[in-house]
């Protein structure tokens, strides 16, 4: 076996293999690029070399600086993960030129299956099914629309060198086809380099089934079974599972030993995965072999208790397949949720930012989280935007959707826009409990995917009340002296002009809260409502009773912005603290903006001298003006900032010099 490997890869997948690799005893050498520094895959391997910038051009993908790194580091084989150079025939060809094992097929298999329409002539020779249509060179307008009519109406235009979706064109009708042939092959020629199409049935309900298989170097082959990924959004998988549901055990032995033949076809070594369209007759047709390891292997391996990257070394080092087809079992069902950094009401925008607050479901023979960043890890424009997939098993489907469901409210981020509440109302709908699974769903269920919030605006006000008083007040408690008389606040007071005030801002609204309290308990008056609330804080966790009723919040306050986390939905606000109303004096010698905002207005400059109470600085945070003052007599030293600069909170603004004693006259 190996003893070093170096994985060409970043994120959850690299940290993926380099968990495999350390059980099995293996060292593994990470790469890097300047945005992936500190990356959880770089602090995870045993060394780890920079690639270059950023961008994947210039550093993932840069095969020769890759195999140099293999080769000064001692690496004896390379690990692609999916994704940039995994399926890349120049890489696999240079790592065997260099004597590094490719820990994935032959590039000779890997270019089979470049070509739509040479790999369905060499499918078609190895009896597996394909869609009716046609498939070959001649691509003269007259035998494509001949070919057209043979095949029947609605067909669907495809391009040949096409993949994952794109360049494919619907044909309704015999009278639509000159048209759509001329512009698919535009489309195709621009988009690929090559106009050529091929044709195909159209199939109007179909599902994506696809298998498993694992060939090693010896001629042995199998399945592991199947997945359904019928629910994608854009050609891009969202959910998946194993196995697939209602599929017979006749059909996916078919499908099983279809995809073996599919994959001995091309001579095929280690994981690959032959993708089906599945359609509503059980009939099935081969669609496309991907040749690496994919991203939704977790659920194969929840269900058959296997480790896909065991095999895939094993596979590579040469030794047999560790099991033969008739020792492979299944055992339940998982799914697969994959978690984006993206907005779904912005038509599901990638989205950046800091992952300021990251909480992350427990794990468990049930719950897998495979993920490649911790909380303070920034979502870069540079990358995939998948956070973590998230992967749960149990012993039936009707289970193991209950499973993801309440996963899915245990992972709570703050600081990037996700789809996790996108994803809960998806696992949680009706049609997707009934196992109606095609690759229209999400298009067809569109009203169930973005449901109204649970919460009702009161209640989320008033448990935002609630955690803010209970947080500001383990803050106080734990820097105040606790068993000071004057620090507890044990009587009600009822003048309600001892209540607190609290000004929350949801969305454009700003709401005026006032809050009485009296330990536990509070009473939040809320437009012309009261309600009363029992409220407890354990670090982040809110146990709160509002009249009577009893929820559980998580929450996350961060620059007067606070994100509430109820049954996989958030609540966002705003809260206005109550030193903005006041001035700050500048009494020290250097002075600090008290919030993140917007310098609005600077009346200084170096060498002024200023009397206390003149105002220095304005600055604006949420619309409103909060004035800076001299708290001393001073003369200003130096300015950092200018206006209209955004400046966070406890940025130093300017400095002061105050003089000890006014010199004498
Ligand atoms: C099809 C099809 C219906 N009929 N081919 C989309 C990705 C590409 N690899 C093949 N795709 C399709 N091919 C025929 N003859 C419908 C799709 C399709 C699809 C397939 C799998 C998963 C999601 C999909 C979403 C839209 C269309």
Redo the contacts with the bound molecule.
């Keep these: 076996m190996f003893s070093k490997i170096l994985i060409a890869n970043r994120g959850e997948i690299a940290c993926r293999i380099i968990q495999t690799a350390h059980r099995m005893g293996i060292r593994c050498v990470a790469v890097y690029s300047d945005a992936d520094r500190n990356a959880r895959h770089v602090a995870m391997a045993d060394e780890a070399f920079r690639l270059g910038p950023a961008p994947s051009s210039e550093s993932y993908l840069k095969t020769d600086l890759i195999i140099d790194v293999a080769l000064k580091s001692g690496a004896q084989a390379i690990h692609p993960g999916y994704g940039f150079l995994s399926e890349n025939t120049g890489f696999a060809e240079a790592c065997e030129a260099n004597n590094l094992a490719f820990i994935g097929p032959p590039a000779s298999a890997i270019a089979a299956m470049g070509s739509k329409s040479a790999a369905k002539a060499i499918m078609e020779e190895a009896g597996v099914p394909l869609?009716p249509g046609y498939h070959e060179a001649d691509q003269s307008p007259d035998r494509l629309r001949a070919e057209a009519e043979k095949c029947g109406f609605p067909l669907?235009l495809k391009a040949v060198a096409g993949?994952?979706?794109k360049g494919?064109r619907v044909v309704e009708s015999i009278d639509e086809f000159d048209e759509a042939l001329a512009a698919a092959k535009r489309e195709a020629k621009n988009a690929f380099g090559n106009p050529d199409m091929l044709i195909?049935?159209?199939?109007t309900q179909?599902r994506?089934v696809e298998i498993q298989v694992f060939c090693d170097q010896h001629g042995n082959a199998v399945y592991l079974a199947e997945r359904d990924?019928?629910v994608?959004r854009r050609?891009q998988k969202v959910l998946e599972e194993a196995p697939a549901p209602g599929l017979s055990p006749e059909t996916r032995k078919a499908m099983g030993e279809a995809a073996v033949r599919a994959a001995q076809a091309i001579a095929y070594v280690g994981a690959g995965t032959v993708?089906f369209?599945y359609d509503v007759d059980e009939s099935f047709f081969f669609?496309?072999m991907n040749t690496r390891l994919q991203v939704e292997h977790p659920v194969t391996e929840m269900i058959t208790g296997q480790d896909l990257v065991e095999w895939q070394l094993r596979v590579a080092d040469g030794e047999p397949l560790p099991l033969a087809q008739d020792q492979v079992r299944t055992r339940g069902h998982a799914m697969e949720a994959r978690i984006y950094a993206e907005d779904p009401d912005q038509d599901f925008l990638p989205a950046t930012g800091t992952l300021r607050y990251l909480r992350t479901p427990d794990e468990n023979t049930h719950v897998r989280v495979d993920t490649g960043v911790v909380e303070g890890d920034e979502i870069s424009i540079h990358y995939d935007p998948m956070i973590a997939k998230l992967i749960v098993w149990d012993e039936n489907r009707e289970q193991a959707v209950n499973r993801l469901v309440h996963a899915l409210e245990n992972y709570r981020i703050a600081g990037v826009k996700t789809n996790i509440r996108f994803l809960h109302a998806l696992a949680d709908s009706q049609p997707f409990r009934e196992e109606e699974l095609n690759?229209k769903f999400i298009a067809d269920h569109q009203n169930l995917l973005f449901p109204p919030p649970k919460l009702d605006l009161h209640k989320a006000l008033v448990l935002a009340a609630g955690f803010i008083l209970r947080q500001r007040r383990s803050i106080q408690t734990e820097s105040a002296d606790r068993w000071s008389p004057f620090g507890r606040q044990n009587s009600w007071r009822m003048n309600s002009e001892f209540a607190q005030p609290l000004q929350l801002q949801v969305g454009d609204e700003r709401h005026d809260l006032k809050v009485l309290e009296r330990d536990d308990d509070y009473q939040v008056y809320v437009g012309d409502s009261v309600y009363s609330l029992n409220a407890r804080l354990d670090d982040d966790h809110l146990q709160a009773r509002i009249n009577g009723h009893r929820l559980s919040v998580h929450g996350y306050l961060h620059d007067d912005q606070l994100v509430l986390f109820h049954e996989g939905d958030t609540f966002t606000c705003r809260l206005f603290r109550e030193t903005f109303e006041t001035e700050d004096l500048a009494a020290e010698g250097s002075l600090t903006a008290p919030m993140n905002g917007t310098v609005v207005a600077l009346n200084v400059k170096p060498g002024d001298r200023v009397k206390t109470g003149q105002t220095l600085v304005v600055m604006e945070a949420m619309k409103m003006e909060h004035a800076i003052k001299a708290g001393a007599d001073g003369v200003i030293s130096e300015v950092f900032f200018r206006e209209g600069d955004l400046v966070s909170e406890g940025n130093e603004l300017l400095a002061i010099e105050i003089p000890k004693e006014e010199p004498a006259p």
């Design positions: 869609v669907l993949g994952g979706g494919m195909e049935r159209y199939l179909p994506h990924c019928s994608q050609h993708e369209l669609m496309e690759t």
